[in-house]
T-cell receptor, first 110, second 110 residues
Framework: SQQGEEDPQALSIQEGENATMNCSYK?????LQWYRQNSGRGLVHLIL?????REKHSGRLRVTLDTSKKSSSLLITASRAADTASYFC??????????FGTGTRLTVIP | NAGVTQTPKFRVLKTGQSMTLLCAQD?????MYWYRQDPGMGLRLIHY???????AKGEVPDGYNVSRLKKQNFLLGLESAAPSQTSVYFC?????????FGSGTQLSVL
């Protein structure tokens, strides 16, 4: 069974707007990560937030984590056409596995 | 520095045929993983390895076997391919908490 689920499944915005994606998970986690996948390519790590952290920034990315609600959000500010991709959250609950969600497909319209 | 390399990139099999997918990493990572990605399902872990000579089952191991004879290589085998194994297969290696993915193998079983 999958640990994380992203919402919305698909999102379409204009270039320059902000994009927000949400992730909900089921059990206690060690950390939560966000990955990006361009069409036909492998996933690329974006950012990691640990269970004792509430917010983290990296460039135009902002991630929040609410362990009481078992949810996380990824905000991409000032979006660009190059941000068009699928975004996945992934949660680590034990030592070895990373459970991926089903992804949010983001389209940024130039 | 090539990172994670998967071969082949595409393959078509007939039901009952066998094949091996090869994953090679040049980053000296201990952990390696095989995932499959299906539409609407996200990534699901097939098998993983925590070091040379070790393997372990993931979420969906049935119908697959793996070997890690050398630290840099992780092989995924299908002994008797079934149409349900039509998927995109991704290999990944891990450093600290981050996964580094190959570009994938698209496999169709007819």
């Amino acid at each position: 069974s999958q640990q994380g689920e992203e919402d919305p499944q698909a999102l379409s915005i204009q270039e320059g707007e902000n994009a927000t994606m949400n992730c909900s998970y089921k059990t206690s986690i060690n950390n939560l990560q966000w990955y990006r996948q361009n069409s036909g390519r492998g996933l690329v790590h974006l950012i990691l937030i640990r269970s004792n952290e509430r917010e983290k920034h990296s460039g135009r990315l902002r991630v929040t984590l609410d362990t009481s609600k078992k949810s996380s959000s990824l905000l991409i500010t000032a979006s660009r056409a190059a941000d068009t991709a699928s975004y996945f959250c992934a949660t680590r609950t034990g030592a070895n596995n990373l459970f991926f969600g089903t992804g949010t497909r983001l389209t940024v319209i130039p | 520095n090539a990172g994670v390399t998967q071969t082949p990139k595409f393959r078509v099999l007939k039901t009952g045929q066998s094949m091996t997918l090869l994953c090679a990493q040049d980053m000296n990572h201990e952990y390696m993983y095989w995932y499959r990605q299906d539409p609407g399902m996200g990534l699901r872990l097939i098998h993983y390895s925590v070091g040379e000579g070790t393997t372990a089952k993931g979420e969906v191991p049935d119908g697959y076997n793996v070997s890690r004879l050398k630290k840099q290589n992780f092989l995924l085998g299908l002994e008797s391919a079934a149409p349900s194994q039509t998927s995109v297969y991704f290999c990944a290696s891990r450093r600290n908490e981050k996964l580094f993915f190959g570009s994938g193998t698209q496999l169709s079983v007819l």
